[in-house]
């Protein structure tokens, strides 16, 4: 059983669409973190969410943290061909303990 | 923002032979630290918890035999994959947190056994 359901897995779309990636648990975290990765390398820490409700923008990229911390959402407005590459979600449940990924979001952004 | 150095980033080796990776922390003390495999096109997967001075905790599935964890000192701990396979062959990563709740990823190391 997957603890953090992230969806969609796959994701092609056209330079400037909008997208929105979900993460879903039934577990309450204490924060979670969402990552990109490009082929070869380790993830890179986009943003971590720690309140409830909480929203984060980085440019064009908007995190929320569901109220009850068991969600959160990325949206990436007006994508563009340097957006393409994977994106994790991760839960932290307390300090120093590992976190718990989503099986990422591999999304193509085509000029 | 704190940095985690993971070497080498990538080996292809012989089957039957072992192979180390190395992962440290390079400006701050990691008392844990956490290894990942990842297969391609898939997320990151949980093989072992390494506690500074004491045994790693392995997850379920992974052979501690196989895949021995040192964590010797407060910035380095290292995986080695002992007689490796080719089905070992896979993309591995470490990570640590810093002096925040943050983790922070290596580079990965992406090992081919052939």
């Known amino acids: 059983t997957q603890l953090l359901e992230q969806s969609p897995q796959f994701l092609s779309i056209q330079e400037g669409e909008n997208l929105t990636v979900y993460c879903n648990s039934s577990?309450?975290?204490?924060?979670l973190q969402w990552y990109r990765q490009e082929p070869g390398e380790g993830p890179v820490l986009l943003v971590t969410v720690v309140t409830g409700g909480e929203v984060k923008k980085l440019k064009r990229l908007t995190f929320q943290f569901g109220d009850a911390r068991k969600d959160s959402s990325l949206h990436i407005t007006a994508a563009q061909p340097g957006d393409t590459g994977l994106y994790l979600c991760a839960g932290e449940f307390s300090g120093n303990t590992p976190l718990v990924f989503g099986k990422g979001t591999r999304l193509s952004v085509i000029a | 923002g704190a940095v985690v150095s993971q070497h080498p980033s990538w080996v292809i080796c012989k089957s039957g032979t072992s192979v180390k990776i190395e992962c440290r922390s390079l400006d701050f003390q990691a008392t844990t630290m956490f290894w990942y495999r990842q297969f391609p096109k898939q997320s990151l997967m949980l093989m072992a918890t390494?506690?500074?001075?004491?045994?790693?905790?392995?997850e379920q599935g992974v052979e501690k035999d196989k895949f021995l964890i040192n964590h010797a000192s407060l910035t380095l701990s290292t995986l080695t994959v002992t007689s490796a396979h080719p089905e070992d062959s896979s993309f591995y990563i470490c990570?640590?947190?810093?002096?925040?709740?943050?983790?922070?990823f290596g580079q990965g190391t992406r090992l081919t056994v052939v």
């Open positions: 990570s640590a947190f810093g002096t925040t709740t943050e983790a922070f």
């Open positions: 390494s506690n500074e001075g004491s045994k790693a905790t392995y």
């Open positions: 577990s309450v975290f204490s924060s």
